[in-house]
């Protein structure tokens, strides 16, 4: 992680007013774009600019963006909240309160903010009392470059790991919708939609293409649950009840036109000859020619 130790530091940068983020990267989870830019806040009761939590690392280099950085907590908590940091970086000794009760407040507030407490306190009940309060890591002073890169790193890999999940889970509360919605449709209008799906079918049987899939997609619900409605309503498979009415549109044009087998087979949406032929039998139990001169 060498590159991200940073240059000679430029203090001309105003302190305690949010920063420009960098570019955003981003990637893809579950079909759907995320940013992986990870902002950071500190807090540092002397000068945030000058504080060896800014100096030491090259942020930008190692993907984080430095947010927003602050001297006091009330300045602090404003700022967290104009720009929602992912990690906030805060010194234990603070005008008027401490870290830790810092970190309480914000917890409340943001509670997936993850706080890293620069400390010279080594003690147990310390260490405790930080993590019952949600504390997520330490650092000690003086601080070391490699400690601080090794928590940011494992810190940022975290959150982008809870980045995916949510997204994830928020395309799977998208498709339970939808599957809701199916519910509703098979409880209450299912008989509706079966009617308009017939008409349909008998509208497109001369689409060679025409499937369950494309069928489903026409009246926004499933394929899965329009397949299992038609076996519900008709007794048939979807396959089966499109067959039918080929057939049945396919008689009736050899009983009352003059069109030849093939002709017929492309009116109803059977474009090999030799097929319709043996499906026809199938069906009706005699051949084309015997039909039709029956």
């Known amino acids: 992680m060498s590159c991200c130790f940073k240059e000679p530091f430029d203090s001309s940068i105003s302190p305690y007013v949010p920063i420009s983020s960098q570019p955003n990267k981003s990637f893809t989870a579950g079909g759907i774009k995320m940013t992986e830019q990870i902002n950071v806040m500190i807090l540092d009761g002397e000068d945030p600019n000058k504080s060896p939590i800014k100096m030491q690392v090259d942020w930008e280099k190692c993907g984080f963006c430095i947010a927003a950085e602050a001297a006091t907590v009330e300045e602090a908590c404003n700022l967290a909240d104009a720009v929602n940091p992912d990690i906030i970086f805060t010194d234990i000794c603070m005008p008027k309160t401490d870290g830790i009760d810092f970190a309480s407040q914000i917890l409340k507030r943001h509670p997936s903010v993850k ?43 975290k959150i982008l790991e809870e980045r995916r999940s949510a997204m994830e889970h928020e395309k799977m509360r998208k498709e339970l ?49 329009l397949g299992r409605l038609m076996k519900h309503k008709t007794g048939e498979t979807f396959v089966e009840y499109l067959t039918g009415i080929r057939i049945q549109t396919a008689r009736r044009l050899l009983r009352t036109t003059d069109l030849k087998g093939y002709e017929v087979a492309e009116r ?13 039998k199938k069906l009706t139990g005699v051949s084309i020619s015997e039909f039709r001169s029956m």
């Open 115 to 157: 706080i890293v407490i620069v400390t010279t306190h080594g003690d147990l009940e310390y260490a405790q009392k930080c993590i019952r309060i949600g504390v997520s890591d330490f650092i000690r002073k003086p601080v070391k470059v490699e400690e601080l890169l090794s928590v940011s790193s494992r810190l940022k890999a």
């Open 177 to 225: 919708e939808l599957l809701g919605f199916d519910r509703e449709i098979s409880t209450s209008k299912q008989g509706d939609v079966i009617s308009k799906v017939k008409i349909y079918l008998e509208e497109n049987m001369s689409d060679s293409k025409l499937s369950l899939a494309e069928t489903a997609s026409a009246f926004f619900i499933s394929p899965g649950h």
């Open 268 to 280: 109803v949406g059977i474009h090999d000859p030799h097929y319709f032929s043996i499906l026809f």
